[in-house]
Nanobody, 114 residues
C-alpha cells in the first residue's frame, strides 16, 4: 500500500536548520508531483512547497521562500525539505503528501524555540 514516512523533525533554535526526509513506497514515486504541508498549533493546514515529477519545477509559499529548498531523489524514492534560517513561526507539524493519490505521511514535529 502507499506509504509516506517523514523524518528529521525536532527542536531547533531560531536561525538554525533542519532537513526533513519523506520516504515513499507503494507507488511509482517518480510519476507524481509531491508536496510539503504544515500545520501550526491552533491553525489550519498550510501548503509549504511543491515539486514536480522531475524535480525541476518548484513552488514555495511566500512565508518560506528564500529559506526552504524542496528536492527529490527519484532513485531513492525520497522527498526532502531543507529548512534554513528557521523562525518560531515555522513551528508546526510537517507532512509530505501525494496530492494526486491523496496520501499523507504521519507528520514530523518542528519546534523552533530558544
Amino acid at each position: 500500500q502507499v506509504q509516506l514516512v517523514e523524518s528529521g523533525g525536532g527542536l531547533v533554535q531560531p536561525g538554525g536548520s533542519l532537513r526533513l526526509s519523506c520516504a515513499a513506497s507503494g507507488f511509482t514515486f517518480s510519476s507524481y508531483a509531491m508536496i510539503w504541508v504544515r500545520q501550526a498549533p491552533g491553525k489550519g493546514l498550510e501548503r509549504v512547497s511543491d515539486i514536480n515529477r522531475g524535480g525541476d519545477m518548484t513552488y514555495y509559499a511566500d512565508a518560506v521562500k528564500g529559506r526552504f529548498i524542496i528536492s527529490r531523489d527519484n532513485a531513492k524514492n525520497t522527498l526532502y525539505l531543507q529548512m534554513n534560517s528557521l523562525k518560531p513561526t515555522d513551528t508546526g507539524e510537517y507532512c509530505c503528501a501525494n496530492p494526486v493519490l491523496w496520501n499523507w505521511g504521519q507528520g514530523t514535529q518542528i519546534t523552533v524555540s530558544s
